[in-house]
């Protein structure tokens, strides 16, 4: 089947479709051959995908025997290891580091915190996999130079060595996945040097960028009857620059210098690697055109000497598209209408990216077509529903339960999903949660559902009864062993999803995301007594990361023209159209993750993997990619966040384009992008509306005068003056802003506590010792605080506030009351104009002097309204004031009055008196009945935003008012309604 002396190496060029073109080597070979040939052959691939598609060709005929097509990560299970111990699950492994790691934090807590046990066993655990996969022993780690990284070495090394002491001195005593690999391709090599296989082994599609891969690559390119093909192997790279790829340091992110390091570990020049097939690549003058763009940084000063002799630009760029969308949701939209294109052109189309958040975007607007991508990545088990649902239910436990992570819980499609159950669920959830919104509490317990539900008769008693027992305890959920997290979570989580008076878990288990789920559980439960105790939060993030590592398919069936693969499976697929997406800096390619225990040099020293080998596998993968038949090329120019930075391998190629001004380059990119921003055209088409709509006018409703309001409070008069839309929103329309799913500790709230503690707080008198004063007003206000202010942080900032305005408060308290006696706080007043409208005010404090007059007060959190803003806008005092001067407070007979005050208990703390001069209450008083008259006419409308304090201001109905579409510019637009 092959000739030549052995090794061999074969290898097919960047863009080539590798199952297909392995298949017609294949073919070539075995021609003439018996039938039974076929089924001698042996063929090692990297990935299940091209498995899958090398099987898909075989059956698209001629009919013919199929060979053996086996994975490389099947040799940590190959029967020649039958001989060792079955392999400890990677959670076992992971929960017996994080044990080791623990204890010796405990013993030197100075280490790490020890929150981060499970982060370091991690960390930990692909380290000493990445060892064993290399045939690095520890002892090359202790003979490492560390220069002036003493400190940081000795605090590692105490973690490594404390792992050597748990694997053996030579990492064998519990080997890994990887070490199990490594060690089946060392017994094989063995095996196969005394008794190579007689028939013919292949390993097609692997980089060899792991050091067992790369050992079980030479010993079958060695074998008399074996074999490797190198996927995207560039033809077309010049002795000189493969010479220069020796240094690790220097070149470990180029895209072929893996094959460098495979050709030097089997002692082969680049020459000696051939064509496994003759035909050439789909377009040989852009293999050449990225050849050159994509060369080592320190010799990219040859685009000046080998540009000018490329040729044929026009040829090698024809079947690019390059888009560079105005932001992510641009890019997605415009991949979405080439996909769909593709998909009613026949084609076959696939998305290559590493960025998920993008293939979400772009299958969620494909979605609109009803076209449902063939996704390699699958759902995250995490983002399903029984995922979702059992995260939420894990984050419950040892933390207080707050309303919004309780309505999420609820309203949950698995929550009380039995069924003939969810539609009550659904109901009474919709109830509570308007109650909660209303009335609290922000963490609402057992006690709290049940009083509830305690005096409806509509049966939402016995649903509050299940749920307040299904949480009960939750918040006390302490360390305990990982048996007991994993029992207890499964028991509420199969008593939620059951809903009241059931045991059938409805659909929590149903379907494959279901039955996924309950396998994570189990394997939880399985390993459990190798977990050792933990918190809660440690539990919640041990479930996360087990469900992580889990995907799910969709039950639906997908297009089968229309596929989203990672970089990964694209190096050995082939499309039509291939669309490289996201290519931006740390998206495509990722930024290298962080190394808490080596440097690059120490790995480099170690014969260790290097940071830029994931940078190396990711420029390969582009290589391999671009130079498909027709390639889009697309990413965003900017975030959410920031401006973006193009990936460098597409800033190379743009760089090197734009400089070939003498053979066409610049007109080849400026027609590559024009291509791109069609379709960005296009995608902006599909969102823009058939017709300009008109802007909305700003509103000024005129309703029928039998509607209008004939009663307002002190407060709505000032709305009624400032923005008179509120108005009419609020109390004609009668909507009410929603009250917010989480309280918050906002201004409103502290006014009321405020409120509350001067009102308990002047019930009593006043000690005319400041300190002992001031003490009782503390004491009123911590016990104010702990009822109504479940904050803790808010507790003490209010509480601090408070403190610096008492002297202050206190020195002036001691004044009012010598001049005056408090006869009334929080009091109902009224008074009706002749018109028959009524007034009404909630009067914080009246105060009366000797001589009869009255003394309003009203206390502000923050600054006081001045003078002018208080007879112009703020009316609040004076209305009240003549409400006082026509007896409408209850109990309190008509006396004139001497003055209002405000006083403020802000930093710095002010008071604000207005002492009433020229007849300020009766012309306030007048100036009410003209106000009210003017409304009672049928063509005043209520205008929206009329007389706003600030520009800046955010009203409760400015999205009603369409607000944004119009300013305080714009002219009112009156309207009949109603």
Known sequence: MFEGSTPRLYGLPPGADFPRDLLIG???????????????????????????????????????????????AELSRHPILADLPAPASPLRRRLELAQLVRALLDRAPDLAARSSAFDLADSLAALLDEMQTEGVPPRVLHQLDVGNLSAHWARARQFLTLVEDWLGADLSDRPGTGARQRLAVERLAARWRADPPRHPVIVAGTTGSRGATALFLRTVAGLPRGAAVLPGFDFDMPTAIWEGLD????????????????????????????????????????????????????????????????????????????????????????????????????????????????????????????????????????????????RQVAALFGRPLTVETLLALLKHPLTASSPGLRADHLRWTRELELHLRRNGPAFPDGRALIGWASDAEDGRKAWAVWLSAALDGVDRAGTEPLSAHVARHRAACETLAAGPGSTDPGGLWLEEAGAQSRAALDLLADEADAGGEMTPGDFSALLDSVLRDSTVRSAVEPHPGVMIWGTLEARVQGADLVILAGLNEGSWPETPAPDPWLNRQMRAEAGLLLPERQIGLAAHDFQQAICAPEVMISRAIRTAEAQTVPARWLNRLTNLMDGLGGTGGPEALAAMRARGQGWLDMAQALDRPAEPLPAARRPSPRPPVDRRPDRLSVTAVERLIRDPYAVYARHILRLKRLDPLVRSADAPLRGTVLHKVMERFLSQPLDPDPDRAQADLMAIADEVLATEAPWPAARALWRARLGRAAESFLRDEAVRQAEAVCIAREHPGAARLDSGFTLTAQADRIDRRPDGRLILYDYKTGTPPSLKAMEAFDKQLLLEACIAERGGFEDIPAAPVDHVTYIGLGQPPKTVTNTLDDDLVARTWAELDRLIARYARPEQ????????????????????????????TDPPDPEDVG
């Open 26 to 72: 294949l073919e070539q070979r075995l021609s003439g051959a018996p039938p039974e040939a076929w089924a001698e052959v042996e063929i090692w691939v990297n990935t299940e995908r091209m498995r899958r598609r090398l099987v898909a060709l075989f059956q698209a005929g001629p009919p013919r025997l199929l060979p053996r097509i086996r994975l490389v």
């Open 247 to 390: 240094d690790a340091l220097a070149a470990e992110d180029h895209p072929q210098f893996r094959f460098r390091r495979i050709l030097d570990d089997m002692g082969m020049a680049p020459e000696a690697v051939a064509p496994w097939v003759g035909t050439p690549a789909p377009c040989p003058p852009r293999n050449r055109l990225v050849s050159l763009a994509l060369r080592p940084a320190p010799v990219t000063d040859q685009w000046m000497e080998d540009g000018p002799r490329l040729t044929g630009l026009d040829r090698a760029t024809e079947g690019l598209t390059l888009i560079e969308a105005p932001s992510p949701r641009a890019e997605a939209l415009a991949i979405a209408l080439r996909l769909r294109r593709a998909a009613e052109d026949g084609q076959s189309a696939a998305l290559v990216t590493p960025d998920r958040t993008l293939t979400r975007q772009v299958t969620a607007a494909l979605d609109r077509w009803g076209i449902r991508p063939d996704d390699s990545a699958g759902m995250p088990l995490p983002l399903s529903p029984p995922g979702r649902f059992l």
């Open 941 to 968: 409308g209520y205008t929206a935003r009329n007389r706003i304090q600030k520009r800046s201001d955010i009203t409760d109905y400015d999205l009603l008012s369409r607000f944004g579409e119009w300013d305080e």
